[in-house]
Protein backbone atom coordinates (compact mmCIF):
# COMPACT_ATOMS: atom_id res chain seq x y z
CA UNK A 1 0.00 0.00 0.00
CA UNK A 2 1.78 3.28 -1.25
CA UNK A 3 1.17 6.80 -1.74
CA UNK A 4 3.38 8.17 -4.21
CA UNK A 5 3.53 12.41 -4.22
CA UNK A 6 5.34 14.69 -6.70
CA UNK A 7 5.40 17.90 -8.62
CA UNK A 8 7.01 19.94 -5.65
CA UNK A 9 9.75 22.42 -6.33
CA UNK A 10 10.75 26.21 -5.89
CA UNK A 11 8.01 28.40 -7.59
CA UNK A 12 7.91 32.19 -7.16
CA UNK A 13 4.56 34.27 -5.58
CA UNK A 14 1.94 33.99 -7.82
CA UNK A 15 3.54 30.66 -9.66
CA UNK A 16 1.54 27.42 -9.52
CA UNK A 17 2.45 24.24 -9.38
CA UNK A 18 -0.30 20.97 -9.72
CA UNK A 19 0.91 17.90 -7.46
CA UNK A 20 -0.15 14.56 -8.32
CA UNK A 21 -0.17 11.40 -6.13
CA UNK A 22 -0.41 7.90 -7.71
CA UNK A 23 -1.72 5.16 -5.30
CA UNK A 24 -0.97 1.55 -5.30
CA UNK A 25 -2.04 -1.75 -3.04
CA UNK A 26 -6.00 -0.12 -2.76
CA UNK A 27 -8.95 -0.07 -4.76
CA UNK A 28 -7.96 4.15 -5.10
CA UNK A 29 -11.83 4.84 -6.65
CA UNK A 30 -13.84 3.38 -3.04
CA UNK A 31 -12.19 5.77 -1.02
CA UNK A 32 -12.04 9.91 -0.37
CA UNK A 33 -9.12 11.44 -0.12
CA UNK A 34 -7.07 14.77 0.65
CA UNK A 35 -4.02 16.85 0.78
CA UNK A 36 -2.73 17.85 4.20
CA UNK A 37 0.26 20.19 4.39
CA UNK A 38 3.27 20.64 7.35
CA UNK A 39 5.78 23.76 7.72
CA UNK A 40 8.53 21.67 9.39
CA UNK A 41 8.25 22.64 12.94
CA UNK A 42 4.53 23.26 12.86
CA UNK A 43 1.25 20.85 13.14
CA UNK A 44 -0.03 19.52 10.16
CA UNK A 45 -2.92 21.63 7.87
CA UNK A 46 -5.51 20.02 6.21
CA UNK A 47 -5.62 21.73 2.69
CA UNK A 48 -8.45 19.62 0.86
CA UNK A 49 -10.56 16.68 -0.08
CA UNK A 50 -12.61 15.11 -2.90
CA UNK A 51 -15.43 12.59 -1.75
CA UNK A 52 -15.72 9.18 -3.87
CA UNK A 53 -18.53 8.91 -5.61
CA UNK A 54 -20.20 11.76 -6.38
CA UNK A 55 -16.63 13.93 -5.94
CA UNK A 56 -17.53 16.99 -3.91
CA UNK A 57 -14.68 18.97 -3.23
CA UNK A 58 -13.65 20.90 -0.44
CA UNK A 59 -11.04 23.82 0.53
CA UNK A 60 -9.29 24.99 3.34
CA UNK A 61 -10.60 29.10 3.26
CA UNK A 62 -6.67 29.62 2.92
CA UNK A 63 -6.21 28.17 -0.25
CA UNK A 64 -10.21 28.21 -1.69
CA UNK A 65 -10.18 30.19 -5.07
CA UNK A 66 -6.53 28.95 -5.72
CA UNK A 67 -6.13 25.23 -5.14
CA UNK A 68 -8.53 22.78 -7.05
CA UNK A 69 -8.23 18.91 -6.40
CA UNK A 70 -9.29 16.69 -8.78
CA UNK A 71 -8.59 12.36 -9.71
CA UNK A 72 -8.21 10.43 -12.25
CA UNK A 73 -9.69 6.46 -10.82
CA UNK A 74 -8.75 5.06 -13.89
CA UNK A 75 -4.80 6.37 -13.34
CA UNK A 76 -5.26 5.82 -9.43
CA UNK A 77 -4.18 9.21 -9.03
CA UNK A 78 -4.96 12.29 -7.26
CA UNK A 79 -4.00 15.72 -8.07
CA UNK A 80 -3.40 19.37 -6.76
CA UNK A 81 -3.61 22.52 -8.88
CA UNK A 82 -1.95 25.36 -7.18
CA UNK A 83 -2.45 28.48 -8.84
CA UNK A 84 -1.42 32.24 -7.14
CA UNK A 85 1.16 30.57 -4.60
CA UNK A 86 1.66 32.45 -1.41
CA UNK A 87 4.42 32.17 0.66
CA UNK A 88 2.80 30.71 3.33
CA UNK A 89 1.82 28.24 0.93
CA UNK A 90 5.64 26.45 1.32
CA UNK A 91 5.16 23.14 3.53
CA UNK A 92 5.44 19.38 2.48
CA UNK A 93 2.14 18.58 0.96
CA UNK A 94 1.11 14.77 1.80
CA UNK A 95 -1.82 13.02 -0.22
CA UNK A 96 -3.81 10.96 2.30
CA UNK A 97 -6.19 8.56 2.14
CA UNK A 98 -10.00 9.48 4.14
CA UNK A 99 -11.17 7.08 6.96
CA UNK A 100 -13.47 8.93 9.27
CA UNK A 101 -14.35 12.22 11.11
CA UNK A 102 -14.55 15.44 9.74
CA UNK A 103 -12.97 15.81 5.79
CA UNK A 104 -11.41 18.81 7.02
CA UNK A 105 -9.09 17.19 10.60
CA UNK A 106 -6.05 16.19 9.18
CA UNK A 107 -6.49 12.96 11.70
CA UNK A 108 -9.22 12.09 9.49
CA UNK A 109 -6.72 10.19 7.28
CA UNK A 110 -5.18 7.15 8.07
CA UNK A 111 -2.77 6.54 5.08
CA UNK A 112 -0.02 9.26 4.17
CA UNK A 113 2.65 9.79 1.25
CA UNK A 114 6.08 10.58 1.61
CA UNK A 115 4.81 14.45 0.55
CA UNK A 116 6.46 16.83 -1.94
CA UNK A 117 8.21 19.80 -0.49
CA UNK A 118 6.58 23.53 -2.30
CA UNK A 119 8.55 26.52 -1.77
CA UNK A 120 7.39 29.56 -2.64
CA UNK A 121 9.83 32.41 -2.49
CA UNK A 122 11.10 34.79 -4.55
Known amino acids: VQLQASGGGLVQPGGSLTLSCIASGFDFSRFSMGWVRQVPGKEFQWVSAIVTGHGTTYYADSVKGRFTISRDNAKSTLYLQMNGLKPDDTARYYC????????????????WGQGTLVTVSS
Open 96 to 111: AKYDRGPYHEWDSYDM
